[in-house]
């Protein structure tokens, strides 16, 4: 239990850390941005408790949005995808799967991996977008960030997942 917190608490100062210092500077295109700390929800074991999968989700949106400058738009995103997570990496999984099995390529292979990040990651950005913009009059560049940013972050991804055991 204590080894589980302090990991995820490390996790969770060095995406803040990296999502603050390097990647809130790396605008591809003027609207593509990495928002790499989504992966910080992924990451939640099955049966995890999902109130604190909730707590996790606030406090990580709270720090990203005091270095981001983007008022409870980042909170409000994460609480959203943090309360489907659960219910969502189910649908993943057999019936006989092991209660604490955590969601990686190795676990549940690179497409079922690559699909379960590519929604989630899509569903945040869209709603991060939405929140931040709070407008359709310029759909084409809310796409154009969308996609931009699930293009970059999936990519992020898949390149931590091959680099871990």
Request: net charge neutral; proline share 4%.
């Amino acid at each position: 239990m204590t080894t589980n917190f302090l990991t995820r608490l490390a996790t969770f100062v060095t995406l803040c850390l990296v999502q603050s210092l390097v990647l809130n500077n790396i605008h591809i295109f003027g609207c593509a941005t990495p928002l790499l700390y989504v992966y910080f929800v992924l990451q939640f074991r099955r049966n995890y408790p999902k109130w604190a999968i909730l707590l996790w989700c606030f406090c990580l949106g709270v720090a990203i949005d005091t270095f981001s400058n983007t008022p409870g738009v980042t909170s409000a995103s994460l609480v959203v995808i943090g309360a489907i997570q659960p219910y969502y990496f189910e649908m993943f999984l057999p019936h006989e799967a092991a209660d604490d099995l955590k969601p990686s390529v190795r676990n549940m292979g690179f497409v079922k991996f690559l699909f379960y990040s590519f929604v989630m990651t899509l569903l945040f950005c869209s709603l991060f977008f939405t929140l931040e913009t709070f407008n359709f009059f310029n759909w084409v560049q809310w796409l154009e960030c969308v996609g931009g940013s699930v293009v970059l972050t999936i990519v992020l991804i898949l390149t931590i997942e091959s680099v871990r055991k």
